[in-house]
C-alpha cells in the first residue's frame, strides 16, 4: 500500500466519524464490549477497570468545572467526600437504606457547592483556585476531627447494598454499577455541552466580558457548573463509600483532588472522549508499569509533564483550548 | 419621553475626573452620536451605560427605568446591547455560536431542560438557531455560519458583533467606533447597515466614532465632550460651526501661537 493511499483511509474513517450516526455505532460497540469484558477478564482486571470507571465519573464531574466553564478547581476531592461521607454515615449510623442516601448525597455535595461556590465565583480564576484548595483541605479535616465522621480511622462496616434481592458485594456487581454511572455520565455531559447553558459555559471561558455584554450572568452561570460538577463528585463518592465498605478523611487529600484534575487535562479539557482517556491512563499507567517498582511514578510524572507540554506546544502558547 | 436620559453623570478613576456631570438624552427611533477628542471620555461613558464602570454619581434612565449601578446582564436583558471597540468575539467558536449567545439572555432552558431534552427545550434551540440565522442574514453573513470566528477577514468580525448585538433583540444598540479599521467602500456598507438597522428593525443607535464623514452622514443628533465635560449639542450642521468644538478638535488660536 503507498502512503497516498493510506492517508486516505485514515481521512476516510476521520470523514466517517463525522456523522453523528456513525458515531452513535462506535459508541454502542465500545459499550457492548465494555459490557462483555467481565466475561473474560480476571478479578484483578476487573476491579482496575472499575476503578477506571470510576475515575472517569470523577473526572467528568470536573471536566464540567474545569473544561466547560473554565474554573480551576484544586479541591474537587471534597465535594467526592462529601457524598462519601453522607452515605457513609447515613447508612452506618442510622441505618438508611442505600438508595435513599444517593439523593441526600446529592443534595449535600451541592449545598457545598454552592457554600464555597456563591462568596468565591465573583473572583478571578486564580484565586478561586487558591480558595478550593483551602476548602479541600478544611472538609478533609473536619472529616478528621468529627465524632459522626469517625475521626482519623474513618467509618468501617458501611453495609452493601441491596439490588433487587442481589446484594452488590462482588467485583463484577461494581464493575457494572461504575460502568453505568460512567455511562450515564458521558450522557449528562454531553448532553450539557451542546445546551444553552453548554453555550454559556464556553461564552464565559472564552470572554467573561464579551459573556456579560450578551446577557449572560457571569456568576450565576459559573455557580451553575459548580453545583452540577459537585453532584458528579457526590454520586461518585456515595457508590465509593459501599463499594469499599470503609472510608478514611486520608482518601480525599490535595493530591486525590490533583489527580482527578490530572485526568481531566491528560486528555484534554472540554472533550468527553479525552477525559475518559485521561481517567484510563490515570489509572491504567501505574498498574501496567507495576514491575518498575517504585520508579512507575517517576515514569509517570514524565509521561504526564511530557503529554502536557507537547499539549501546550501544539495549541500554542496563549491560545485557548476548544471545546 | 426619551429612550435614554443621563443626568449628572460623574466618574472617577482614583481622584481623576472621567466624566464631569454630563447630560444627554437619546430619543426613541433615532441615531444618535457621541463625538469627541482622544480620551475624552467617550468609551468611558459606553461603560457606565452598559454597567461595565459603575458611576460616582448621576442619574441613568432607560425605557423609564433607572439602570444605574445595575450588572451587564441586566441592562441588556433590558434591552441595551453594545459591541466593542476592540473586537470582542468568542473566536473559537463558530459564528453561528457567537450570534447565538445574544439570544441567551431572551431564553431559559436550565440543566434538566437540557439533559432530558424537554419539548420546551427543543423548542427554544430551534428559536435559538432560527433567530441567529435571521440576524447573520441580516448582516449578510448567513453562510458563513459555519466558519471559525476568529478565522474571518477583520470587516466579517464585525459584523459578526454586529449579529450577535441584534440577536439580544436589543431597544437601544451602542456602537463603539463601528468604523474603525474600515476602508472606504466598507464604510459606506456600514452607513447602509446603520440606516437599515434603525429603519427596518426600528432600534434606536448610540454610536460613538472618530470618522467625522461617517458621523455626519448619519446622525440626527450630535453631542460632543471633551475632558469628560458635553461642550455642545445639536445637528451636525450646528456642530460643525460651533466654535467651542472646533477649539476642542483643532486646538484655539492662543495655542496656536506658542506652537
Given at each position: 500500500?503507498?502512503?497516498?493511499?493510506d492517508?486516505?483511509?485514515?481521512?476516510?474513517g476521520m470523514?466517517?466519524?463525522?456523522h453523528?450516526?456513525?458515531?452513535?455505532?462506535v459508541l454502542?460497540?465500545?459499550?457492548?464490549?465494555?459490557?462483555e469484558i467481565?466475561?473474560v477478564?480476571?478479578?484483578?482486571?476487573l476491579?482496575?477497570?472499575?476503578?477506571?470507571?470510576?475515575?472517569t465519573?470523577?473526572?467528568l464531574?470536573?471536566?464540567?468545572?474545569?473544561g466547560?466553564?473554565?474554573?480551576?478547581?484544586l479541591?474537587?476531592?471534597?465535594?467526592?467526600a462529601?457524598?462519601?461521607y453522607t452515605?457513609?454515615?447515613l447508612t452506618?449510623?442510622?441505618?438508611i437504606n442505600?438508595w435513599?442516601?444517593i439523593?441526600?448525597?446529592?443534595?449535600c455535595s451541592?449545598?457545598?457547592?454552592i457554600?464555597?461556590g456563591g462568596p468565591?465565583?465573583r473572583?478571578r480564576?486564580?484565586y478561586?483556585?487558591i480558595?478550593?484548595l483551602g476548602?479541600?483541605?478544611?472538609v478533609?479535616?473536619?472529616?478528621r476531627n468529627?465524632e459522626?465522621?469517625g475521626g482519623a480511622?474513618?467509618l468501617?462496616?458501611i453495609e452493601r447494598?441491596?439490588?433487587?434481592?442481589i446484594?452488590?458485594?462482588?467485583?463484577?456487581?461494581?464493575y457494572y454499577v461504575?460502568l453505568?454511572?460512567?455511562?450515564a455520565?458521558c450522557?449528562?455531559s454531553y448532553r450539557?455541552?451542546h445546551?444553552r447553558?453548554?453555550?454559556?459555559?464556553?461564552?464565559?471561558?472564552?470572554?467573561?466580558?464579551a459573556?456579560?455584554a450578551?446577557?449572560?450572568?457571569r456568576v450565576?452561570v459559573?455557580?451553575?457548573a459548580y453545583v452540577i460538577?459537585a453532584?458528579f463528585?457526590?454520586v461518585?463518592?456515595?457508590?465509593?463509600?459501599?463499594?469499599m465498605?470503609a472510608?478514611?478523611?486520608?482518601?480525599?487529600?490535595f493530591?486525590q483532588?490533583?489527580l482527578?484534575?490530572?485526568?481531566v487535562?491528560?486528555?484534554?479539557?472540554?472533550?468527553?472522549?479525552?477525559v475518559?482517556?485521561?481517567?484510563f491512563a490515570?489509572?491504567?499507567f501505574?498498574?501496567?508499569?507495576?514491575g518498575?517498582g517504585?520508579?512507575r511514578?517517576l515514569?509517570?510524572?514524565?509521561?504526564?509533564?511530557?503529554?502536557?507540554?507537547?499539549?501546550?506546544r501544539?495549541s500554542?502558547p496563549?491560545t485557548?483550548?476548544?471545546? | 419621553?426619551?429612550?435614554l436620559?443621563?443626568?449628572?453623570?460623574?466618574?472617577?478613576?482614583?481622584?481623576l475626573?472621567?466624566?464631569?456631570?454630563?447630560?444627554f438624552?437619546?430619543e426613541?427611533?433615532?441615531?444618535a452620536?457621541?463625538i469627541?477628542p482622544?480620551?475624552?471620555?467617550?468609551t468611558?461613558v459606553?461603560n457606565c451605560l452598559?454597567?461595565f464602570?459603575?458611576?460616582?454619581?448621576?442619574?441613568?434612565?432607560?425605557?423609564g427605568h433607572?439602570?444605574?449601578?445595575?450588572?451587564?446582564?441586566?441592562i441588556?436583558?433590558?434591552?441595551?446591547?453594545r459591541?466593542?471597540q476592540?473586537?470582542?468575539?468568542?473566536?473559537?467558536m463558530?459564528v453561528?455560536?457567537?450570534?447565538?449567545s445574544?439570544?441567551h439572555?431572551?431564553?431559559?432552558?436550565g440543566?434538566?431542560?437540557?439533559?432530558?431534552?424537554?419539548p420546551a427545550?427543543?423548542?427554544?434551540?430551534?428559536?435559538?438557531?432560527?433567530?441567529s440565522?435571521e440576524?447573520?442574514a441580516f448582516?449578510g453573513l448567513?453562510?458563513?455560519?459555519?466558519?471559525?470566528?476568529g478565522n474571518?477577514?477583520?470587516g466579517?468580525?464585525?459584523r459578526?458583533?454586529w449579529a450577535?448585538?441584534l440577536?439580544?433583540?436589543?431597544k437601544l444598540l451602542?456602537?463603539?467606533e463601528?468604523?474603525?479599521?474600515l476602508?472606504?467602500d466598507?464604510?459606506?456598507?456600514?452607513i447602509e447597515?446603520i440606516?437599515?438597522?434603525?429603519?427596518?428593525?426600528?432600534?434606536?443607535?448610540?454610536?460613538?466614532?472618530?470618522?467625522?464623514?461617517?458621523?455626519?452622514?448619519?446622525?440626527?443628533?450630535?453631542t460632543?465632550i471633551d475632558?469628560?465635560?458635553?461642550?455642545a449639542?445639536?445637528t451636525?450642521?450646528?456642530?460643525?460651526?460651533?466654535?467651542?468644538?472646533?477649539e476642542?478638535?483643532l486646538?484655539s488660536?492662543?495655542?496656536e501661537e506658542f506652537?
Open positions: 500500500m503507498t502512503p497516498s493511499s492517508t486516505s483511509v485514515i481521512t476516510d470523514n466517517w466519524l463525522q453523528q450516526h456513525n458515531r452513535m455505532i454502542m460497540v465500545m459499550a457492548a464490549v465494555a459490557m467481565p466475561l477478564a480476571n478479578n484483578y482486571i476491579e482496575v477497570l472499575t476503578n477506571a470507571w470510576f475515575y465519573i470523577l473526572c464531574g470536573l471536566n464540567i468545572v474545569v466547560y466553564a473554565g474554573l480551576l478547581d479541591g474537587y476531592a471534597a465535594f467526592f462529601v457524598g462519601a452515605t457513609g454515615i452506618s449510623q442510622f441505618g442505600f435513599l442516601t439523593p441526600a448525597a446529592v443534595f451541592m449545598v457545598a457547592g457554600i464555597i468565591t465565583l473572583l480564576s486564580d478561586l483556585a480558595v478550593t476548602f479541600g483541605e478544611i478533609r479535616i473536619i472529616a468529627l459522626i465522621t480511622s474513618g468501617i462496616g447494598p441491596t439490588f433487587f434481592g446484594e452488590l458485594s462482588q467485583g463484577i456487581h461494581f461504575f453505568l454511572l460512567a455511562i455520565a450522557f449528562v450539557l455541552q445546551s447553558l453548554g453555550r454559556a459555559w464556553q461564552y464565559v471561558r472564552e470572554d467573561e466580558d459573556a456579560e450578551m446577557g449572560i450572568n450565576g459559573k455557580l451553575y460538577g453532584m463528585g457526590g461518585a463518592g456515595s457508590f465509593f463509600a459501599v463499594k465498605t472510608i478514611s478523611p486520608e482518601t480525599f487529600t493530591a483532588s490533583v482527578i484534575l490530572l485526568g487535562v491528560l486528555g484534554g479539557m472540554g472533550k468527553i472522549p479525552g475518559i482517556v485521561g481517567a490515570l489509572v491504567l501505574p498498574e501496567v508499569f507495576r518498575f517504585s520508579m511514578m515514569i509517570f510524572a514524565l509521561s504526564c509533564s511530557s503529554s502536557c507540554s507537547t499539549d501546550l501544539a500554542g496563549g485557548k483550548h476548544e471545546g | 419621553m426619551a429612550l436620559e443621563v443626568e449628572d453623570l460623574v466618574l472617577r478613576f482614583s481622584g475626573e472621567v466624566i464631569r456631570e454630563l447630560g438624552t437619546v426613541q427611533g433615532t441615531i452620536s457621541l469627541g482622544n480620551g475624552a471620555g467617550k468611558s459606553f452598559t454597567g464602570y459603575r458611576p460616582d454619581a448621576g442619574r441613568i434612565y432607560f425605557n433607572s439602570i444605574i449601578r445595575k450588572k451587564p446582564h441586566t441588556t436583558q433590558a434591552g441595551m446591547a459591541t466593542f476592540n473586537l470582542r468575539l468568542f473566536k473559537s463558530t453561528m455560536e457567537n450570534v447565538m445574544g439570544m439572555c431572551r431564553t431559559s432552558a440543566a434538566l431542560g437540557a439533559v432530558f431534552q424537554t427545550q427543543r423548542r427554544e434551540e430551534e428559536l435559538i438557531r432560527r433567530v440565522e440576524c447573520l448582516v448567513l453562510e458563513k455560519k459555519t466558519r471559525h470566528a474571518l477577514p477583520y466579517d468580525q464585525r459578526v458583533e450577535r448585538a440577536a439580544t433583540k436589543p451602542l456602537l463603539d463601528p468604523a474603525a479599521g476602508n472606504h466598507e464604510k459606506l456598507e456600514l447597515l440606516l437599515h438597522i434603525r429603519n427596518e428593525l426600528g432600534i434606536t443607535i448610540l454610536l460613538i466614532e472618530h470618522d467625522m464623514g461617517l458621523v455626519m452622514k448619519v446622525s440626527e443628533k450630535i460632543v475632558y469628560g465635560k458635553k461642550i449639542e445639536g451636525a450642521v450646528e456642530v460643525q460651526n460651533n466654535p467651542k468644538v472646533i476642542a478638535y486646538g488660536e492662543d495655542e506652537l
